[in-house]
């Protein structure tokens, strides 16, 4: 029985799809920091905009399998506009915004996954159904970012309270911990964002632990479908899993 309410709902959806040929898959910005000219940080050879594209890359194909529309804000190594790129964010469809920037540290102590969500700001009003200008982070999507940070950082195994390094505009209630892999902070990829958003920070580029992880393509694959089940636990998706492989003993 179960199992022709599902063809059901497959073939009613099918159906949908194909009279209202509208795209129904919910959309996630994938926007890989940096590009062209602008190399982000940089430790030795490891150069932050290729790695960002290569771990941006990873996530769309994981999303893209697992049922959800991908865009992109660059898909090459081009120099992006700023502005471009925010109004592409803004006027999209998306869901959540995963900005993803590989950083680097001085201590060289600090590895990932690390999560950076924008503090709300005084500008905000508290009024939901208002317009806000552009660049005011309400303290609603200041907690939707954190949830969303915080439902990716549970699936990877990080420690999902709050950085001691935070701003203390969204700490109330909070805990901070030097340990803690969120945090929130001012970030330039984030300031006009005007939906759910997380910089996300896969590994340090001076961290040798998080680059020898990192050096196997099977590390990336696994951590973009990790991310894509914590964002699916954030929007309420459930998702159809391939059998897992990894960690299977052979
Ligand atoms: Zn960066």
Redesign the pocket.
Known sequence: MKTSLFILLLSVFSWGFAQADVDTRPQVVIDP??GGSDT??KEGSEV?KTW?LKIAEALSKAFEANGYQVLMTRTSDDDLDSEKRINTINTSNAKVVLSI???REWTGTQTGPFFVVEPPNQSATADVDSIQPLGAITALQYHASLKLARNIGQKLGANISMSDLSDSRGLAGEVVSPNGKVACLPHQ?LRYISKPAVVITPLFITSASDLKKFGESTAIDDFALKVVVGVSDNLGIVLKLPTPTAGVAK
């Open positions: 920091g940096h982000g940080s932050e960002n920037h590989a950083d990829s």
